[in-house]
């Protein structure tokens, strides 16, 4: 049997086109990390995404291990996803000179049986393989981000502001408006590898919030 991917079974989640859609999401679990600070030169940024891929690749290799996760199914890995914001709460998807002021939540997808027993039982293996990381800074969370528009970004990331333009005049052409608070913030999920795509190539999903007017 097929690998269950969560990108093809939820299509209208994370493969929407460039033109901008509304979507109800649902809640999920996640493995989170939070930080802050410019993404291309921040050690803790590093640090996050290989503490999600390498918690996430761990419980997906659970399937090897003598005593399987009660429910577990093989699985793709989700795409990364990151949560960002500025501290007065405005993102327009301009970031050049204010990448230093990000706050952000990086995070990956889990599949429903990975309960708070099968997190910590990833670490405690992670643990023993990469003594030297520290997994305390990540932890397992469920989200509902609820109401929101978004639409598929091809390009750099430097580069979004159109596209985010371009989302915030469909969100009010439809009697909506977008208002970011608590978890529920600029977020984009990176469909493709920036060490392996050429950057006009890259492919990321851009979802905001939204309320009724």
Not at 80 to 92: I, P, Q, S, V
Not at 169 to 178: P, S, V
Request: aromatic share 12%.
């Amino acid at each position: 049997m097929a690998a269950f991917d969560f990108k093809k079974e939820y299509k209208d989640l994370y493969l929407p086109t460039k033109k901008p859609m509304i979507v109800e999401v649902p809640q999920m679990r996640f493995i989170m990390v939070n930080g802050k600070g410019d993404p291309n030169t921040s050690a803790l940024y590093k640090e996050a995404v290989e503490v999600l891929y390498g918690l996430s690749y761990t419980i997906k290799m659970s399937k090897k291990s003598s005593v399987q996760p009660p429910g577990y199914f093989d699985f793709v890995v989700p795409p990364l996803e990151g949560l960002w914001w500025f501290e007065d709460n405005y993102f327009d998807g301009t970031v050049i000179g204010r990448k230093d002021e990000f706050n952000w939540v990086m995070m990956i997808r889990q599949p429903e049986f990975v309960t708070p027993e099968v997190f910590a039982a990833a670490k405690a293996q992670l643990a023993k393989k990469k003594p030297g990381i520290d997994l305390s800074i990540a932890r397992l969370e469920d989200f509902t981000e609820g109401l929101c528009a978004q639409i598929l970004h091809i390009g750099p990331y430097d580069d979004e502001a159109a596209t985010v333009a371009v989302l915030e005049e469909f969100i009010a052409a439809q009697g909506y408006q977008t208002v970011m608070s608590g978890l529920r913030q600029h977020h984009e999920i990176y469909l493709s590898d920036p060490r392996k795509s050429a950057p006009e190539k890259l492919k990321t999903v851009i979802r905001h919030p939204i309320v009724r007017r």
